[in-house]
């Protein structure tokens, strides 16, 4: 079983630099999507693959932020957010339970240019987050994927030293997010590269992402009780069309 997950950085624009051929080509069994920046009334006029169920969460502002789930075969059930009002206005989340597991497809929000949502991200959302995850747990194993907006070691990013108090690699992000795999989360692309230079997003200034100045921010984190299932993990840089670039697991 494939799970891909990419942050396309607007839907609209990525169609128009090849989504539906890349999707078509991916072979996923489940493609999650983040920062969507579109209501699915904006797409009826698409065609999408054949054999997929999906389904949005879109934000309360229009083109901002959202996440998409398309999977062979209807998921048993589809939640939305956390249930918590403040975390759930900007479309951030969508909860498909499956069979034997629970997949969250998360776009965690950005602290921000002078870390003005650094408080929000680290002391309400991230904590929220983890017991949202901890909670569906109960039940079945969760995959959780998606942008975290966070690179969570110095190995995660290409230029760690000029970055320590930008968002995205604070010690408070960096903190929040080992709490989470100390909760019992396994990062999955780790389990089989411990090197740097992987990453999966760049600066769109000219020639970044050519040499490969970026940072790991985009994960598939697993229960425990998913490992011995975990046969791969992978980032695919060589995808264009966003600033992100797909990232995935496949699961035995």
Request: proline share 5%; aromatic share 12%.
């Given at each position: 079983m494939?799970?891909?997950?990419?942050?396309?950085?607007?839907?609209r624009a990525?169609?128009q630099?090849?989504?539906l051929?890349?999707?078509?080509?991916s072979?996923a069994?489940?493609?999650?999507?983040?920062?969507?920046?579109?209501?699915?009334?904006?797409l009826n006029?698409l065609?999408?693959?054949?054999g997929?169920?999906h389904?949005w969460n879109?934000?309360?502002?229009?083109g901002?932020s959202?996440?998409?789930?398309f999977?062979?075969?209807k998921?048993l059930?589809?939640t939305?957010?956390m249930?918590i009002a403040?975390?759930?206005?900007?479309g951030?989340?969508?909860?498909?339970e499956f069979e034997?597991?629970?997949?969250v497809?998360v776009?965690?929000p950005?602290?921000?240019?002078d870390l003005?949502?650094?408080d929000?991200?680290t002391?309400e959302?991230d904590v929220a987050y983890?017991?949202h995850l901890?909670?569906l747990?109960?039940?079945?194993?969760v995959?959780?994927?998606?942008?975290?907006n966070v690179?969570?070691?110095?190995i995660?990013?290409?230029r760690?030293?000029?970055n320590e108090?930008?968002?995205?690699?604070?010690?408070?992000?960096?903190?929040?997010?080992?709490?989470?795999?100390?909760?019992?989360?396994?990062?999955?692309?780790r389990?089989?590269?411990?090197?740097?230079g992987?990453y999966?997003w760049?600066?769109m200034?000219p020639?970044?992402?050519?040499k490969?100045?970026?940072?790991?921010i985009?994960y598939?984190?697993?229960?425990?009780?998913?490992?011995?299932?975990l046969k791969?993990a992978?980032?695919w840089?060589?995808v264009m069309?966003s600033?992100h670039?797909p990232v995935?697991i496949?699961l035995e």
């Open positions: 494939k799970l891909v997950s990419w942050n396309v950085n607007g839907l990525v169609l630099r090849g989504f051929d890349f999707f078509k080509g072979d069994d489940v493609l999650c999507l983040q920062e969507t920046k579109a209501h699915p009334d904006q006029h065609d999408w693959p054949p997929y169920h389904v879109w934000a309360e502002k229009p901002y959202g996440t998409a789930v999977s062979r075969g998921p059930k589809v939305y957010g249930g403040e975390h759930d206005r900007e951030r989340i969508i909860n498909a034997d597991f629970i997949l497809n776009y965690t950005n602290s921000k240019r003005l949502r650094l929000y991200r002391r959302w983890r017991r901890k909670k747990e109960r039940r079945k194993p995959i959780f994927c998606g942008d975290l690179a969570h070691q110095a995660d990013i290409a760690p030293k000029g108090r930008n968002a995205g690699f604070t010690i408070e992000e960096r903190t929040t997010f080992t709490a989470l795999l100390k909760a019992g989360f396994i990062d999955t692309f389990e089989f590269e411990k090197g740097g992987h999966t760049w600066s200034m020639g970044v992402r050519a490969n100045i970026g940072w790991r985009d598939f984190g697993i229960s425990a009780a998913l490992r011995p299932r791969d992978f980032i840089p060589h069309g600033d670039c995935g496949e």
